[in-house]
């Protein structure tokens, strides 16, 4: 499933039949019910993503949150094709792959971006950057790469070009929980949140589980 699901079921009419309206909502109550797995594709399905941000007209949820069943995520915005396709490919094969607490594959989304950053020397020397374009660690520009699960910097994006620190530009967390407003703003540095605490935690190891850093 890509895409969030709006409870105001106005705003997704995606099937009309003998003069009857049938919503996403409808649908995807329908075909998730009776699946063997039910997958969400992006942020917006898997946790409502900008579908979801504030306002929220829509009163847009994910799909495990409309349809209240385990969905297992493929996140992000937009989502890897690898990530999708890798997963869609674990299911058929072997089933359903290794999660980690948001429900993501692990091998996808089990270490931080923070973790394999090609700028994470200059972030362990405490050397920073001033301005966009400067080449060492972005954490003082607002990189969220320290609390969001990605292997951005190994697969990269593109067929395997580059990624956004490489181009110069924070990672800006979009595979995040409660993404894009719980990451705002973008280019200041993370503010004092649960999961900068959590980051925190893991960085001293006095938390037993969570995802590596
Ligand atoms: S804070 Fe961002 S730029 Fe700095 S090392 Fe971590 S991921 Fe890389």
Known sequence: ???????NEKYTVVHRQ?????????????LGQNARYVMAVGTCASFGGPS?????????????EAIKRKVIKASGCPANPDWIIGTLGHL????????EEHGRPRIFYGETVHRRCTRRS????????ESLGDPECML??????PVSGADCPTRQWNSYV????????????CTNPGFPDQMEPFFEPLRPTGLMERWRKNRSGTTGGGDRQ
């Open 162 to 173: 580059s990624w956004p620190v490489e181009a110069n530009t924070p990672c800006i967390g």
């Open 18 to 30: 003998g003069g009857q309206d049938h919503s996403a909502l409808e649908m995807v109550r329908l």
């Open 92 to 99: 058929l094969m072997f089933g359903e792959p290794e999660l």
């Open 52 to 64: 979801a941000a504030r306002p929220n007209p829509s009163r847009s949820v994910s799909v495990e």
């Open 122 to 129: 200059f972030f362990e020397r405490g050397i920073f950057a």
């Open 1 to 7: 499933m890509e895409g969030a699901i709006a409870l």
């Open 140 to 145: 003082r520009l607002g990189c969220k790469g």
